[in-house]
């Protein structure tokens, strides 16, 4: 049995004096995604969830401290905050889908919203697996979690 996390966003040792609150809410994850067992799809209606490769812990929690360092980086006007306040941007994410494919692609999707917008912001991504196996489709997961930080970073200025 093997046993997976997303990998460790870089991080950012600049100290920043910033006025701007960002507090990431709890994620939520499809109910198929709550198991613990990494999903493929193997067509276009047939999802299978591994026996033998596990997340370490459970998807949403990894997925919000994820978020939390990546908006860090991809957000650094921002102060990524461990409590809300009153000040404070709220960022709450929704994924649909966080799976390979037998196309040998990772795919997240769902919405985002940004508690300073009136709509919720659509996503769907697509990263290609460098590799055979899940360490591969771990790995372009995690890229997929640095992209959608990325989107949401530029709404987050807008």
């Known amino acids: 049995m093997s046993y997976y996390q997303l990998?460790?966003?870089?991080?950012?040792?600049?100290?920043?004096?910033?006025?701007?609150?960002?507090y990431v809410?709890?994620?939520?994850?499809a109910s198929y995604l709550n198991g613990r067992g990494l999903?493929?799809?193997?067509?276009?209606?047939?999802?299978?969830?591994?026996?033998?490769h596990l997340w370490a812990e459970a998807l949403d929690q990894q997925l919000r401290r994820q978020l939390r360092?990546?908006?860090?980086?991809?957000a650094p006007a921002y102060a990524v905050q461990l409590q809300p306040d009153s000040e404070s941007v709220r960022l709450q994410v929704m994924?649909?889908?966080?799976?390979?494919?037998?196309?040998g692609y990772a795919v997240l999707s769902g919405h985002f919203h940004l508690s300073h917008q009136s709509?919720?912001?659509?996503?769907?991504?697509?990263?290609?697996?460098?590799?055979?196996?899940?360490?591969?489709?771990?790995?372009a997961l995690g890229r997929g979690v640095t992209q959608l930080s990325q989107l949401i970073a530029v709404q987050l200025e807008q």
């Open 7 to 22: 990998p460790p966003a870089a991080t950012n040792t600049a100290e920043l004096n910033t006025a701007k609150r960002l």
């Open 69 to 74: 360092q990546q908006m860090a980086l991809s």
């Open 95 to 103: 994924l649909d889908s966080f799976h390979g494919n037998a196309d």
């Open 119 to 139: 709509q919720p912001q659509a996503f769907n991504l697509r990263v290609a697996l460098t590799d055979d196996g899940y360490p591969a489709l771990v790995a």
């Open 25 to 29: 809410e709890p994620v939520q994850v």
């Open 39 to 52: 999903v493929l799809q193997v067509s276009a209606v047939e999802l299978i969830m591994a026996r033998q």
